[in-house]
């Protein structure tokens, strides 16, 4: 299952769209992903620091390596931010539940990306939690 497979194999999450505000599903998201050990990165042009992490304009302004790109934007705002994942070699691109766009899902997957589109990271990582202890 590619949820898993991302969720197990990768660590260094940049979360674009992540919000400085706690109340916001992408804080609460974030917040919970690097309680669980994953190295998260934000990416939001309009915050300096989120989570107490630097936040970077775009993900080409990341200097590191980033594995999984994380997607709280609209639908259509997806496909720039798919381009630029590709560009930089991220090997997932994750969009959260209430995101769907087959075209640049369909990029992604042809430059090689695994894909998951419309569901929650945090979800599915508590959903195989439960599943393991069982």
Known sequence: MLEAKILSEYRNVAVV??????????????????????????????????????????????????????????????????EEAIKIGAKAVWMQEGIINEAAAAKAREAGLMVVMDKCMLKEHQRLAQEQST
């Open 17 to 82: 769209g992540l919000s400085p505000k706690p109340e916001r599903p992408s804080y609460h998201v974030a917040s919970y992903l690097a309680e669980q050990g994953y190295n998260i990165i934000p990416v939001n042009p309009k915050a300096p620091e989120i989570l107490g992490k630097t936040s970077y304009p775009d993900l080409s302004s990341i200097p590191e390596a980033v594995e999984v790109v994380d997607i709280f934007r609209r639908p259509e705002e997806v496909m720039p931010i798919v």
